[in-house]
């Protein structure tokens, strides 16, 4: 399947895997997915395996990401990790205002702005993330949600800043729910999402952003929703646990 853009399969590992079980999966996850060159392969797990996973992933086709950060360099921020220190051990990739950060911890598109800010002036590329819930849904509030989440968290940015981000639209009633979006539904958010970066950043920007869509994501559906226009990539939590699996997705292997 030939994609405009570069796609980016990425996992979101969440709160899951010790040290041992990380090695384990990547003792399998590289030969499944040794050679794959046509696309950007990325895993996010927790801080705690993120050192030893880089050192691992030297020399592969895959890259290590951080799922948070902090948008200050260092202080009394007792529990929070800072750019530089990804930075320190080769991360330059982090996952920010996933729908539970905002919806668990209390993120608000203010501090989301802020992180995604200091990632880019740190060189790192944000994969930030919009949706909105059911009852925004229901509500017929879905395209104001996005475009307001949009707006605030790309406050500030230069468009030369926007062209780094990488953008995941997973909608909160998806995920880890098992309810994917239907493909209309997919579609209709990913063209939206682009439609307002090209009003905000100019048309070269927006053709070149990667959409990410996130939501019970597997390889029973993959290959539908990666054949959508302005769909760029997944970013996959509960599928991406066992390599086999996230293997497949990284193929859009749908059997
Ligand atoms: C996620 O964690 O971003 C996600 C989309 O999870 P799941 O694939 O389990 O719905």
Known sequence: MEKKRRPLLAANWKMYKTLSEMEKYL???????????????????NYTCLNRMVELL????????????FYQDEGAF??????????????????IGHSERRHIFHEDDELINKKISSAISHGMTPVFCIGETLDEREAGETSHVLENQIRLGLKGLKN?????????????WAIGTGKTASLEQIQEA??????????????????????????????????????LDDVDGALVGGASLE???FARIVRFEDN
């Open 78 to 95: 007792t529990g929070e990790v800072s750019p530089g220190m990804l930075l320190d051990i080769g991360i330059d990739i982090v996952i």
């Open 27 to 45: 003792s399998s996850f590289l030969g499944l997915v040794a050679g794959i060159d046509d696309r950007d392969i990325m895993l996010a797990p």
């Open 243 to 245: 390599p086999e699996s």
């Open 58 to 69: 030297n020399g592969s086709n895959v890259k290590a990401a951080a799922q948070n950060m």
């Open 190 to 227: 990913h063209r939206l999402v682009r439609d307002r970066v090209r009003e905000l950043a100019g048309e070269d920007i927006a053709e070149n952003l990667r959409i990410l869509y996130g939501g019970s994501v597997k390889p029973a559906n993959v290959k539908d929703i990666m054949s």
């Open 160 to 172: 030369i800043d926007i062209h780094k981000i990488v953008i995941a639209y997973e909608p909160v």
